[in-house]
């Protein structure tokens, strides 16, 4: 049986972080939206609003028809994207496992967003001012949350993993 697990969280929580070592321990295909849409802009010059998101649910659709896993990376900060990430699961015959990833100290959390290299080329990362001004929404469906203030990589993805029962 293939997995979505869907990723949601502000910039800098820690979240591609987390999705990147979950998509190693599972062997997953890992999607980040970030990727697809600077790929958007740089080789069609589109100005992107809902594509990157658009083409991640088509590409996570190919591989979960597969029976291949999918960790899909993405801020995801509303019903909206939420909703269709699940929806591309269940019309794909997979389960899924929505992720929530935070950092709970705000020092921490801004001295990330300031201090942090995109991996992404050409990407254009957000300020601390626009982090905490992004509308973020409550989930209102199942989630595991992960609070990555004060711990290491190792110890966030040991306790994914745990949490994940894997």
Not at 14 to 25: N, W
Not at 101 to 106: A, I
């Amino acid at each position: 049986m293939a997995f979505l697990y869907i990723f949601s969280g502000l910039p800098s929580s820690g979240k591609s972080t987390l999705a990147t070592q979950l998509s190693k321990y599972v062997g997953a295909t890992y999607l980040r939206v970030d990727t697809i849409e600077q790929a958007l802009k740089d080789l069609c010059g589109l100005n992107v609003y809902a594509e990157g998101y658009q083409l991640a649910y088509r590409l996570a659709s190919d591989n979960l028809m597969q029976e291949l896993s999918v960790v899909a990376d993405s801020c995801n900060s509303v019903s909206e994207s939420r909703e269709k990430w699940e929806q591309t699961a269940i019309d794909s015959n997979a389960e899924y496992i929505n992720i929530e990833v935070v950092c709970s100290d705000p020092v921490e959390h801004k001295f990330r967003v300031e201090n942090r290299n995109s991996p992404v080329k050409g990407l254009i990362l957000p300020t601390w001012e626009k982090v905490k001004s992004r509308e973020y929404k409550a989930w209102d469906s199942k989630i595991i949350s992960i609070d990555t203030a004060g711990k290491s990589i190792t110890q966030s993805t040991n306790e994914l993993i745990k949490k994940l029962g894997l």
